[in-house]
Antibody, heavy 114, light 106 residues
Framework: QIQLVQSGPELKKPGESVKISCKAS????????MHWVKQAPGKGLKWMGW????????TYADDFKGRFVFSLEASASTANLQISNLKNEDTATYFC???????WGQGTLVTVSS | DIQMTQSPSFLSASVGDRVTINCKAS??????LDWYQQKLGEAPKLLIY???SLHTGIPSRFSGSGSGTDFTLTISSLQPEDVATYFC????????FGAGTKLELK
């Protein structure tokens, strides 16, 4: 069956970096883009951008340009989200979602605290 | 950028009630509007795509309607398992989520 499995929760200090993975299975990885969505605690969903899993080209929403990097390990059917120079406001659950939004990862909670 | 205004923010209804949730786009988004259900601690789940197409496995009490800028999610007969937060998503130009509607049982 189709699954997106994300890496586990992270606790980081301000200024550190974090890398979240999203491993896809049950379909051809390069047939669909991978999107990333942020959900701050108790808040709504915010679209971060997407990566073309065939070409590797990322597209970032305006609020996520600069410290956020989407990447692939295509041979492993895995998409990654790296956030550098973490800030308190990056504390959130981050979801990956297949390009048709029919399948989502379970979410990865990133907590940024000194 | 397209803005999505979702209403109401909070909704309390009884089992068996007909429930409607609305999303209004700041400009024409054609039919490119999806609806999601998110239960506490879970990932969002796709209910309706492209305004009115029911996703696989979703009960027929869920339906969507609208066009252009105004869209509606309807639950024809509310069930206890429908308690959740509901979000709309436009994907006509970029992607924008609505702020969400928290649905509770009265």
């Amino acid at each position: 069956q189709i699954q997106l499995v994300q890496s586990g929760p992270e606790l980081k200090k301000p200024g550190e970096s974090v890398k979240i993975s999203c491993k896809a299975s049950g379909y051809t990885f390069t047939d669909y883009a991978m999107h990333w969505v942020k959900q701050a605690p108790g808040k709504g969903l915010k679209w971060m951008g997407w990566i073309n899993t065939y070409t590797g080209k990322p597209t970032y929403a305006d609020d996520f340009k600069g410290r956020f990097v989407f990447s692939l390990e295509a041979s492993a059917s895995t998409a990654n989200l790296q956030i550098s120079n973490l800030k308190n406001e990056d504390t959130a659950t981050y979801f990956c979602a297949r390009g048709d939004y029919a399948y989502w990862g379970q979410g990865t909670l990133v907590t940024v605290s000194s | 950028d397209i803005q999505m205004t979702q209403s109401p923010s909070f909704l309390s209804a009884s089992v068996g009630d007909r429930v409607t949730i609305n999303c209004k786009a700041s400009q024409n988004i054609n039919k490119y509007l999806d609806w999601y259900q998110q239960k506490l601690g879970e990932a969002p789940k796709l209910l309706i795509y492209n305004t009115n197409s029911l996703h696989t496995g979703i009960p027929s009490r869920f339906s969507g309607s609208g066009s252009g800028t105004d869209f509606t999610l309807t639950i024809s007969s509310l069930q206890p398992e429908d308690v959740a937060t509901y979000f709309c998503l436009q994907h006509n130009s970029g992607y924008t989520f609505g702020a969400g509607t928290k649905l509770e049982l009265k």
